[in-house]
């Protein structure tokens, strides 16, 4: 994914009036900041517009090609992305937390719901999935790492 394309759909009001929370997970020596269990499902390699402002086209780690809510998506940095005093951004993933609390969501805007739902097994037999709980929650959250938009930076400005 470009830079300029993933500033222009997913910068400025797109990323939420309070920022992420995200938890950070050391393993193996590495800070592992989102933990999906299923990047395949979850990180997005590209991000097109599509005729509806609501609406974008992704093409997922994992090849598929799907049409989800754009408010659901968000900017994803890698340790790949990071330079010398700043970052770029490449990637995105579906969003599945509520911006302002962290928790994660009950439900998703329909069609990113539906894309999580057709691969329910897979979700469910990941290690730490309990019956009961979302099959899009990933691995835990902290409210105190909240990023505030302001501060996030797409690479373009």
Not at 96 to 117: I, M, Q, Y
Request: aromatic share 6%; charged share 30%; glycine share 10%.
């Amino acid at each position: 994914m470009a830079e300029q394309d993933a500033a222009g759909v997913l910068a400025g009001k797109e990323l939420g009036p309070e920022g992420y929370c995200i938890k950070s997970v050391v393993k193996n020596g590495k800070v592992r900041l989102i933990v999906t269990g299923a990047n395949q499902l979850f990180v997005l390699t590209g991000v097109e517009p599509t005729d509806s402002s609501g609406e974008v086209m992704v093409t997922t780690e994992g090849k598929e090609v799907l049409r989800i809510e754009k408010s659901a998506v968000r900017p994803l940095i890698r340790g790949r992305d990071l330079h010398a005093w700043g970052y770029s951004v490449r990637d995105a993933i579906i969003w599945t937390h509520d911006d302002k609390s962290g928790e994660v969501l009950e439900s998703l805007p329909k069609r990113a719901e539906s894309h999580f739902t057709s691969h329910a097994k897979e979700l469910q037999g990941r290690d730490d999935y309990k019956e009961g709980m979302p099959i899009w929650r990933g691995r835990g959250r902290d409210t105190s790492c909240l990023i505030p938009p302001a501060q996030i930076r797409t690479g373009t400005d």
